[in-house]
Structures are given as C-alpha cells and as structure tokens.
C-alpha cells in the first residue's frame, strides 16, 4: 500500500515523464531487513523518487534470506537488485549477477569493492562497512581496573582474569547456542596480519600454527573458555538476553561487529541506563604500537542477471550507496571513498587504531579459500568448529588446544591437497 | 473361479440409452474415482515423487546447490559416506532415542490402559497426557531450553529435593543427549498413547466381561485381552519409533543445533547440503537414510504380517 501511495504522489509531482535520464519501470529489490522495509525504506525510496520519479521500487522481505534465495537462484526470478549470499563462490558470481564494472576504477568511488569480484569484475557492493572489536562494559572494566584497551593477547587475558577476580560479572561471553556470534571472530582476518590474511591462509598447509592469523584468532578464544572466563554453561545462551545482560554489567565483554553498537544503545535506553557503560574496543591486536582493526563490507548490493531493468537497478544501487543514509541509519560505516566514520567509532579514531581492507586476491584465486573450507569441513565463517572449540576447550569434549588444532591443521591440509588436484 | 468371479462382479447396469453410447456412459463412470484422485495424486507427484527424483539424481553430482552446471560424479557421494566413519557414527545418537523410544511406548501402554477402565478425572487425564503432541516442536524446543538451563526450572525442582550443585543439563555431553531424549518422550508419548486408547477401546467389552467371570486380575487382563488385541498398532508404533530414532531432528536443531556431541543424521545432512555447500553428498545421506527406513518398514511387515488379530 505504501508503495503504492508512494507511487501516486511521485506521478503527481512530475507530470512530465523521464525524470533523470528519462529511467523508468519497476524494479524489485530483495531484502534480508523485514524490521525496516515497511519503515525506513519506504522513506528512502521517497527520496530517490524525488531524482528519478518514474522509477517504481517494491520490495520482497525475505525473513530467512539466505536459505530462501539458495533456491530462488535456481530459478531466473530472483528480483532485479538484491543481496549476494554468503554461500555464493566467487566463481559463480558471474552466473548469476550483473558485472558493476571494475574493481579498479569502483574502487576509486566506494569501499570494499574487492570483496565480491571475480576477475578483476565487480559483482556487488557492501551496503555499509563494519568494524570488528568487542562490545563492553565500561563500568564493570574500571571496577577491575582496566580503562585502556588491551594491547597484547596477554593483557586481555589479564584484564578478563582481573574482572573474573573482582566483580560478579561474567568477564566474556561468547553465545554458542545461537551460533552466529561464533562466527564474528572470523571477521577479525585482516586484525592480525594485514590486508593479505586470506592470501596467507590459502597458501599454508597449516594455518592453526602459531605465528599465524587463524591461530592467533581461534586460539584467543579458546585461551578465554579453558581459563574458564566465559559463560559456565554455553549451550543455553541467548543473544537478545546477552544484551541486556552487558548493558547491566553481567556480562564484561562479547566479540562483535561495529554493527551491533546502536542495538546495546537500544537496549540502554529500554532499560533506562546510561548507553556511555557501552564501549567498542579494538581487538588486542598490534602493528608497531598501532590497533589494527579488521574492516570489512556487510552484504554486497548486487544486479539480477535476469533483470530487465538493469539501468534503473543500477540507479537505486548507486543512489542507495552514495545517496540514502542507510549506513549511518544503521551506524556502520558509508562505503563512499572519503566519508566519515560514523558517531559510534569516533573511540577508535581516539585510538588511532588503523581499519584493515582486504586487498583483492589474485585472479584464478577467487574461491580457492571457500574450496578449501567446505572441502576441508572447517566452516570459518559459520558456527559449527568454533563450537567444538569451546567443547574442547571447557573440557566436554576430549583433547586439548594442541590436539585440536592439530586436527583442524591435517583436515586444512588435505583439502587443500586435494583441491589443488 | 471363473464362475464365482462372474458371481462376484456387479451385474451390468441395465443402460437406458441406445447400445452406441452405452460404452461412453460406462468409460466415464470408470473415470471418475480418478478424477477425484486427479488433485491428490497430482499433488503427489509434484511435492514428493518429482523432488524426491531429482534428489536421487543430485546424489550423482557435486552440486554445490547454486552453481548452474551439475556435474556427475557416479558413485563419488555414496563411497565417501560408507567409507568416512565419522558420517555413520552420528548414528550412535540414534540409540538414545531409540532407547527413549522404548520407555514412550511403555508408558504410552500404561497409560492408554489405565486410562481404557473407569478412572476418575479419566477425561482429563486423557488430554493431560496427549497435550504435549500438539504443541509446536519449535515451541517445545524454547520451552526446554529454559527448564534445563542453569538456575533453570529443573534446577529448582532438583534444588527441592536437595541437589543444590546440579549439573549442566544441555551442557555436559554426558547429559545432553539423555536429556533431549527425554524431551522427545514428553512430546511424542501422546501420540502413542492416542493410538493404544483408541486400539483398547475397539476391544468388545463382552471379552472383559468373560474375563471378570473367570476372575482374571488386572494383569491377566492386560497380557491377555488387550495386548494380542493391539498387537498390530505396539508393531506399527515400534517401527515408527525406530524410524523416527534415525531420523531425529527437531529437537535437538532447536535446543543445541548439533553441537556438544548431539548432533544426528539428518542435522549433518543439512549442515553438509549449506553450511558446507555439498548438495550433492547431502542428498546420497538422505537417499542412504530413505532407503535404511525403507528396509525398517519392509522389515516390519515381515515380521508383523497384516491380518486379523487373534483375540477373536
């Protein structure tokens, strides 16, 4: 209906067709954001049809976005703009979405370009950057002394350590039973060993050794549970709960994307307190006295292969990105080259901690790092070995962090043989 | 033969219309359970037989589930599942269910038994044990969640009973898989008991009244009368709890998603099919799991031959 109204009040202002470029049709737009689509988009679209009236946007919310568009990509309706799934290699994107043009020359214009390009070709841009860190609170940190940000994996163990020791707080939690918050350690690739993490990776037989960026990542997390400073029972957590809980301080610290900053402000102000207990600190990850944090792109905005109004598609993109203020509405980071960091970051410029860019992998590379992970079984951008991790590593399931890393290490390295068959 | 066949078939209809249309009028009359059929069975083939083709035929490829080329790898997917031991132990958290299996239709028995005589608030007792079945197993696996978490309910029924230091119910991988078993209990036991209460109560009541006049107790009743009386229905629920032991799901996705050493088949199936993008595996596991319920069922009939009771 509110398209729709939209739409009338949109051809009522422009009598005269063909607003800019004369672009006009309809287009769809597939969204994973069913909170906001009746809401905020709505607003947006307004706006975008004050420069081009004769374009007609609808959306499709799709409340299980990714397992529902894994099927609809095997049909050709799979709407005219839409999210690219994570599940997609970068091989296949080519199948399925328009090229945006080329890394190189987007680069120049947005953020985050390298993330889903294949050759050379960019196949989709981020809607809004992130920064990975940790979510805390600052009032239970002061009670144990901590007012900097660690700088060194041993002085946040310490910190963790001291918070155990002298408040009630549960120093780190880390939401096993909901999965996906396990899966936010990975964004920190980049943190530890610069803009080459996934280049690295894929050329090691052996990522979990030390030295490296994936054991300095997972062997974080592991140090945290077996010193028994996360939650005494992981598999009944639950993360609109763990909100609550930081922001009341029984909780110290959680692992997240800058993303997740204005909803423990939301929480705040449901609870009526104060949303300056809620600091964003960079991980304790160092390069010459320098935070570095890892930055990466949300889902990446992409074109419809299939679509028949690929220029008005093209339009709404582009407008969406430069144009509209989703990123600040959602307090992550405008992917336009040159714009500021939004309010919520403002500590880590304090800081000076320096955001880490993936750099382009090479061409014939694209998807060497999802083949060897799905070959390999390791899910590094999902739940399931991080949770093992946290088994073994309270000790409900057997081995230590040697022996589980050394079987993450052998799977690592078969696959990898295997796909360079 | 012959003769008793011509006996048994219906006489021809005596056709009030002329002898040329008479074969039309009979076709259409053939037709007509079939164009009843016709929606039914279309929707038959559409949402199962066709899908479960096209699963067949995925189980030949390395379908990664997006990529529009499927290639075929013959036999590929079902060599790795038999020869990579870690996708057949899952199985091993079968007899949990399998054993909790056991004890539903157990008490599913005693109850359904109990609750055939005169009992008071017999009514309610009846739709307190069948209740469970028709809640939302979603809702069943949130509503656990909280009773077996720390400083949950459960911890405050055993805190009673003075177990001040109770263990992690979900937590502890010792525990877990007993305690999602007895989830499952509390929620498919009405089922059971629905089919046994309805089984007992087409038992003929002249049987019970013999039964008093030679002073058969209570037990004797039991072994005697009612279980050779729904001997069919205890074989059918035993084969439906054995298949549903291999095929566990709900549950345990919704309260831990697999993880700390609950995981099942059919929970590595869907983490093989997207969290690991092999399609093409995932659907051999599913074949593999079709045709091991298929060989259950089979096996049941054997066992279980169709025919009469022989409580009469």
Same mark, same amino acid.
């Given at each position: 209906m509110v398209v729709a109204a939209a739409a009338v009040v949109a051809v009522g202002c422009s009598p005269d067709d063909g607003g800019e470029g004369g672009l006009s049709g309809t287009i769809t737009v597939l969204t994973n954001r069913t909170d906001v689509v009746d809401t905020r988009f709505q607003e947006y679209v307004q706006e975008f049809q004050r420069t081009y009236p004769d374009i007609d946007v609808e959306f499709e919310p799709l409340t299980d976005y990714e397992g529902d568009l894994q099927v609809r990509l095997n049909t050709n309706d799979y709407g005219d703009v839409l999210l690219i799934p994570d599940s997609m290699t970068k091989d296949q994107l080519p199948q399925f979405f328009e090229p945006l043009g080329s890394a190189e020359e987007l680069g120049e214009a947005y953020r985050y370009v390298n993330e889903q390009a294949f050759e050379g070709q960019v196949y989709g841009l981020a809607t809004f950057g992130v920064v990975t860190g940790y979510a805390l609170n600052l009032d239970v940190w002061a009670q144990a002394g901590v007012t900097e940000p660690p700088a060194t994996e041993e002085e946040f163990l310490d910190a963790l350590q001291a918070i155990e020791a002298e408040t009630d707080a549960i120093p780190y939690y880390t939401n096993y039973a909901d999965g996906w918050p396990l899966t936010q350690w990975q964004n920190n690739q980049g943190a530890v060993v610069g803009p080459e993490s996934v280049q690295e990776r894929v050329a090691s037989d052996a990522p979990w050794t030390p030295g490296q960026e994936q054991y300095a990542i997972d062997g974080l997390l592991y140090d945290i549970v077996d010193a028994g400073l996360a939650e005494p029972d992981p598999t009944t957590t639950n993360w609109e709960e763990s909100k609550n809980l930081l922001v009341d301080g029984e909780i110290g610290s959680m692992v997240l994307g800058s993303w997740s900053i204005p909803q423990f402000h939301e929480a705040a102000e449901e609870m009526g307190v104060s949303q300056e207990n809620v600091g964003f600190w960079p991980m304790p990850w160092q390069d010459d006295g320098t935070f570095q944090a890892a930055s990466g792109g949300d889902y990446k905005i992409g074109i419809s292969q299939h679509s028949e109004n690929k220029e008005a598609a093209r339009a709404w993109i582009d407008w969406f990105l430069t144009e509209s203020d989703f990123a600040q509405d959602e307090g992550g980071i405008p992917v336009a080259v040159g714009s500021d960091l939004p309010d919520e970051l403002v500590s880590f410029e304090e800081m000076d901690a320096r955001l880490v860019e993936m750099a382009p992998v090479p061409e014939g590379e694209e998807s060497l790092d999802s083949d060897i992970y799905n070959e390999a079984e390791i899910d590094l951008f999902g739940d399931q070995y991080r949770r093992s991790l946290i088994d073994s590593a309270r000790g409900?399931?057997?081995?230590d962090k040697d022996a589980f890393f050394a079987d993450l290490n052998s799977r690592w390295g078969d696959a990898r043989a295997s796909v360079a068959d | 033969m012959a003769a008793l066949r011509e006996r048994c078939r219906p006489a021809p209809q005596p056709s009030p219309r002329v002898s040329g249309s008479r074969g039309t009028a009979r076709r259409s009359w053939r037709a007509t359970p079939w164009l009843f059929l016709l929606v039914p069975l279309g929707f038959l083939v559409l949402f199962t037989y066709v899908p479960v083709t096209n699963m067949v035929w995925y189980s030949f490829t390395s379908w990664d589930g997006l990529d529009q080329t499927k290639d075929p790898v013959g036999f590929d997917n079902y060599v790795k599942i038999f020869t990579e031991p870690e996708i057949f132990s899952v199985f091993l958290v079968s007899i949990y269910y399998l054993v909790a299996a056991l004890i539903q239709l157990a008490l599913a028995l005693y109850f359904a038994t109990i609750l055939s005589f005169r009992t008071r608030f017999r009514n309610l007792f009846k739709g307190v044990v069948f209740f469970?079945? +028709? +809640?939302?197993g979603v809702a069943i696996g949130l509503m656990f969640l909280y009773f077996f978490r720390p400083d949950g309910t459960l911890d405050a029924l055993v805190a009673l009973v003075g177990v001040n230091d109770p263990p992690h119910w979900l937590g502890d991988p010792s525990i877990a898989n007993y305690a999602l078993a007895m989830t499952s209990v509390w929620r498919f036991m009405g089922l059971n008991f629905v089919l046994f209460l309805g089984a007992i109560q087409s038992i003929p009541s002249e049987l019970y009244e013999a039964a008093d006049m030679d002073g058969a107790t209570a037990w004797q009743k039991f072994r005697y009368i009612i279980l050779p009386g729904i001997k069919q229905i205890v074989g059918l629920s035993m084969i439906l709890a054995i298949s549903g032991a291999l095929s566990v799901f709900e549950i345990p996705f919704i309260m831990t998603g697999g993880a700390n050493e609950t995981s099942t088949f059919v929970i590595e199936t869907i983490n093989t099919a *997207?969290? *690991?993008?092999?399609v093409g595996l995932a659907s051999a596991m599913a074949v593999v799991l079709l045709c091991i319920v298929l060989f259950i069922s089979w096996a049941q009939r054997m066992i279980f031959p169709e025919g009469k009771s022989d409580l009469v």
């Open positions: 409900a399931a057997s081995g | 469970p079945y +028709l +809640l939302n *997207f969290t *690991f993008s092999q």
